[in-house]
């Protein structure tokens, strides 16, 4: 098993399981016998983009990847690889899957740490995950749901056949389909496989193990472009053939020096400096980093999403508030593929926190290191931010119309 180093120092209560141990014999001739969820996409491989979405979501405090337990080398090498290009900024680990896919929840399950409360059992052939849904599925299991499933409708009419013949029509109005992640509580889940486990009970998701043992499973509202990557023309779906459009959003905010807030920037604490006047926690960079998302997608700007006299944001962690114009600009198709960023103020110096911030921005944004830049300047005793009343900062962010666009399903 394949730990992330820094996983002794966290804190974990919602996990995450994604399944790669399957084969998609269904696949394999398309694919010259590479499984599907080793199948590179935009550089990474299939299974690494859902897990990108969750670490987005801020609701999941780690992944435990499951795979073949023949392919555990070659999947260890690939996160190298997949980690260097967007890292997840979650701990993680990897272990080996069974014969059934409930086998592998299983396993997956006996790798969670000790105090791990919540569970999402995710397929890695889900490649179009967005971190909304993550988040909506959570916020479910936190009201105490024992179980949660996305669910879509079913527009096909769905009949019933037996050696060709037609037996019965279903009525569709009462058809769902039925997507991951699904989400549990920890130990009703554990239960569920165990029941499975001594009564020889075959399921094809575990949903059913719970409704098997009567608890009750919440459906939301899934979303459509989650689909599942299952037969070699479900291919097509990976491969976008119309013309990207490239858009360029520009964000500037500006803090105030005075008894409020610890001075933060990118989310990255700045110890023993000013504090900052603020509703939120006057975290000026990444104030200016959302308007230019929220720019990139012709969405107003974060006063108008975010007003400073609504108690709701009072406080508020503003990388909350930045997840939040991320979900929007999803909405609207944009995903952001660059940033450059400018810090303008007299005091503090940034020069040993460059590093760290723009690290942490990336993970923010769930970019490489290498597409997030920061710069830091003074503007040489001049104006309030050279007497050192306060501090301002720019941003300017590239994004590109997403090829699959998430839509908000209706309250």
């Known amino acids: 098993m394949l730990a992330h180093p820094n996983l002794a120092t966290t804190t974990h209560k919602t996990w995450a399981l994604i399944l790669a141990a399957g084969h998609g014999h269904r696949l394999a001739a398309a694919l010259n016998g590479t499984s599907k969820q ?7 491989p299939l299974f690494w983009h859902p897990a990108l979405a969750i670490s987005r979501s801020s609701v999941v405090d780690g992944v435990i990847f499951v795979f073949p337990p023949e392919e555990l080398q070659l999947a260890q090498a690939m996160i190298r690889d997949a980690r260097c290009r967007k890292d997840l900024g979650l701990p993680w680990f990897v272990t080996a899957g069974g014969e059934l896919r409930q086998d592998s929840v299983r ?3 006996e790798a969670l740490p000790a105090n791990a409360r919540h569970v999402l059992v995710h397929d890695a052939a889900r490649p179009f995950l967005q971190p909304n849904l993550v988040r909506r599925i959570s916020a479910a299991l ?5 179980g949660v499933i996305p669910v879509v409708p079913v527009t096909d009419t769905i009949k019933t056949i037996a050696d060709g013949r037609v037996t019965g029509t279903l009525p569709r109005a009462n058809l769902m389909s039925v997507q991951t992640p699904q989400g549990f509580a920890l130990e009703v889940l554990r239960e ?7 009564t020889r009970l075959t399921v094809t998701d575990d949903a059913a193990l719970l409704e098997a043992l009567g608890y009750e499973v919440r459906a939301i509202p899934g979303e459509d472009h989650n689909v599942k990557i299952t037969r070699p023309e479900d291919l097509d779906r990976l491969h976008d053939t119309s013309p990207q459009e490239v858009r360029t959003g520009m964000g500037y905010d500006v803090h105030r020096f005075g008894q409020g807030h610890p001075l933060k920037l990118g989310g990255v604490p700045i110890p023993g400096t000013q504090e900052v006047v603020a509703h939120s926690d006057g ?3 990444l104030h200016a980093l959302i308007d230019a998302i929220l720019g990139c997608a012709c969405l107003d700007d974060i006063g108008t999403h975010f007003p400073d006299n609504d108690p709701r944001f009072e406080g508020i962690s503003s990388a909350v508030l930045l997840h939040q114009a991320l979900d929007m600009a999803h909405e609207a198709g944009f995903t952001p593929l660059h940033a450059d960023m400018t810090v303008v103020a007299q005091s503090p110096r940034l020069t040993p926190y460059r590093n760290e911030i723009k690290k942490n921005v990336a993970r923010l944004l769930s970019l490489p290191p290498d597409a997030v830049n920061l710069k830091a300047t003074t503007e040489e005793h001049l104006g309030f931010t050279g007497r050192v009343e306060g501090i301002k900062a720019y941003a300017i962010v590239t994004a590109t119309r ?3 666009r998430e839509t908000r399903p209706a309250e």
């Open 192 to 198: 569920a496989h165990a029941y499975a486990l001594k």
């Open 142 to 146: 936190n009201e105490g749901a024992d």
């Open 107 to 109: 396993l997956g399950l």
């Open 402 to 404: 997403a090829p699959y």
């Open 283 to 285: 975290d000026v960079l």
């Open 38 to 44: 080793f199948l590179l996409w935009q550089n990474l």
